[in-house]
């Protein structure tokens, strides 16, 4: 596997059910983010990792849940959602989180339906 | 309220000729402008960028332009193939902020054969 990869690609769930989008890097890379795209608005940042560690949460509700063991995986787990959450997530990773010059390399992401 | 802006959703394009992509931005403080591409079912791809100290970055047949004044920045690829035929988002970021990217919306380019 090379680059940033995500699993599932899509996801049904129900609103009381529990589930984890998971996210991988193959760049060796050491800041991980996770963004959500819903229809006809632009990405919006949800969160940051930085050497495992959140360095961001964008008011993001609790029912999704950041977890980053180690700087290759990033989990987001999801409970009790509302159908309003349904959209796309984008997983993607950096060398670091110094802003300017430093791209993020981003997953092909989770089409998420929450019925 | 959306500090970057794509307001021409689609653009069609005849093969060879160029195609303009344009983003305006509200935050005086970004410095730094990417633009990314994105096919179906992919993530978006990083393409091409361009820091506020200059005003034009070029790379093979795309050239980002940007006009601090004005807070907006163009994409010119010239010239466009079948294969640019995919989304395009602009992007920003600032001094502040963990590597904080805020996208527009996506202009869909359609280059036609």
């Known amino acids: 596997e090379t680059g940033v990869t995500q699993t599932p690609r899509h996801l049904v769930m129900g609103m009381t059910n529990k589930k984890s989008l998971k996210c991988e890097q193959h760049l060796g890379h050491n800041a991980m983010y996770w963004y959500k795209q819903s229809a006809k608005k632009p990405l919006e940042l949800m969160f940051v990792y930085s050497l495992e560690e959140r360095v961001e949460n964008n008011s993001v509700p609790s029912r999704f849940s950041p977890e980053c063991p180690n700087s290759s995986h990033l989990f987001l787990h999801l409970h009790t959602l509302q159908p309003e959450d349904s959209a796309l997530y984008l997983c993607?990773?950096?060398?670091?989180?110094?802003?300017?010059?430093?791209?993020?390399?981003f997953g092909p992401g989770t089409r998420l339906t929450v019925l | 309220d959306q500090q970057v802006k794509q307001n021409s959703p689609s653009l069609s394009v005849q093969e060879g000729r160029i195609s303009i992509l344009n983003c305006d931005y509200t935050n005086s403080m970004f410095d730094y402008f990417l633009w990314y591409k994105k096919y179906p079912a992919e993530g978006p791809t990083f393409l091409i960028s361009?820091?506020?100290?200059?005003d034009k970055n070029e790379d093979g047949r795309f050239t980002v332009f940007l006009n601090k004044s004005a807070k907006h920045l163009s994409l010119h690829i010239v010239p466009s193939q079948p294969g640019d035929s995919a989304v395009y988002f602009c992007a920003a970021s600032g001094k502040t902020g963990a590597n904080n990217l805020f996208f527009g919306t996506g202009t869909r380019l359609t280059v036609i054969p």
């Open positions: 993607a990773s950096s060398q670091d989180t110094a802003s300017g010059g430093n791209e993020q390399f």
């Open positions: 361009i820091s506020s100290i200059k």
